[in-house]
């Protein structure tokens, strides 16, 4: 019998809906105005910086979300993760990620078993093949294995690049996060933080997108990843128990590298919906460049976007603003930006591989407190199921089309009728679908 405890029947979250009025009668202008306030939302560990001070969010309101984390039981959540407890019910198995950032010497234990050999099985696998591709000893050539074209490429590779170092210091990185994770008070909690202010734009503010914005090109696969990774575990309709949620749940992310989101979808995060934002920045560049008569380099003409992106969404410009600067009367309604618009800053101090290591993890047990607090299962995808099962059905359909000439039978008017169109305008594809693959 499922339960009908869901987080939203707590008095924290009844304080924080009403605590809502309060925070939206003040513009972040006058939030970041104030520097104790300020000082408060910087985080810093490792020489990594969030500061949080422009999301619509008071001092107030983090201890309200600590209290609705303490009525979620996150740190007891959190310490059942960490032992392998079957945590994710609907599936019968224990969430483990952590072990796949663990150090050989880790113990993990799921059933009574240490899970952190068998992980590093595989990782001393993937190292294997990575050094035969680095060093020239593997290629695609009908099965070919030995020195081919690109053994001298892949011998100067190797004297350049340790790819041993490079798994280990991006593993390192991550076990360094998920340790702060799991120590740190929330207070000074990174991705409780970042979880918790996400639960905030999400169910309370009604923000249901959130743009990854890494000011880096390296991390342009970055935002893609999250997007997967968050709407895949948090997209769901049910608490754990399977009461259908009477709030909204997960977020819609996306994002783009700085400069190539600022030619796409800023305007809309500027002067349309409200969409909270992470700007990513980096300290040092992998390839900075100084040009002759340039006033900065390249890394900083970027990161200035970074830091003023920011305040710009927070301060806007006001309409008296613009008659100071002679504007014309009517281009003032379009030149005007609202502001009040929240966002947080990570700076990271490079892009290592442990760097790297570090924001990933960071993200990631980011989504795994949102679902603690939200009450959901953020560990299994059946959502993805019944769209791959009914795709079993329309290729059944295909093939039996394709091969035999039997008629379209037992879908609806709508997909019936696009099945038809798709297999007359592709008629010419042979029934025989076997290819081979040519040679290299």
Known sequence: ???????SDTQPWKDLKA?????????????????????SMLVEFDDILLDYARQQATPETIQKLFELAEAASLKEKIN??????????????????????????????????????EVWKVLDKIQDF??????????????????????????????????????????????????HFYSQPFESNIPVLLGLLSIWNVSFLGYPARAILPYSQALEKFAPHIQQASMESNGKGVSIDGVPLPFEAGEIDFGEPGTNGQHSFYQLI?????????????????QPVFLKGEVVSNHDELMSN?????????????????????????????????????????????LNAYNIGQLLAIYEHRIAVEGFIWGINSFDQWGVELGKS?????????????TKGEPIQGFNFSTTTMLTRYLQASSDVPADLSTVLPKI
């Not at 000893?137 to 490429?153: I, K, T, V």
């Not at 500027?270 to 992998?286: L, M």
């Not at 009914?390 to 394709?402: F, H």
Request: hydrophobic share 30%.
């Open 306 to 350: 970074y830091f003023a992106q920011s305040d710009a969404l927070a301060y806007g410009k006001t309409a008296e603003q613009l008659q100071k600067e002679n504007v014309s009367p009517h281009l003032i309604p379009h030149k005007t930006f609202s502001g009040n618009r929240p966002s947080l800053s990570l700076l990271l101090p490079s």
């Open 130 to 179: 990575s050094e035969r591709v680095r060093n020239g000893c593997w290629c695609y050539r009908e099965g070919f294995e030995g020195r081919c074209c690109s053994w001298y490429w892949g011998k100067l590779l190797r004297s350049t690049v340790c790819t041993h170092c490079t798994s280990n210091r991006f593993l390192r990185g991550a076990s360094s996060i998920d340790q």
């Open 80 to 117: 059942r993760m960490y032992s392998g407890e079957h945590i994710n019910s609907t599936e019968n198995r224990s969430v483990l990620h952590v072990a796949l950032h663990a150090s050989r010497d880790v113990v993990i234990e799921s059933d009574g078993k240490n899970v952190v050999p």
């Open 19 to 39: 605590h809502v009025d309060d925070v939206k009668k003040a513009h972040l202008r006058d939030l970041l105005s104030d520097d104790k306030r300020c000082q």
């Open 270 to 286: 500027h002067q349309g919906r409200v969409i909270p934002c992470d700007f990513i920045g980096v300290v040092k560049s992998q």
């Open 1 to 7: 019998m499922a339960s009908s405890a869901l987080i």
């Open 390 to 402: 009914l795709a079993t059905q329309v290729r059944k359909q295909l093939n039996a089309s394709r």
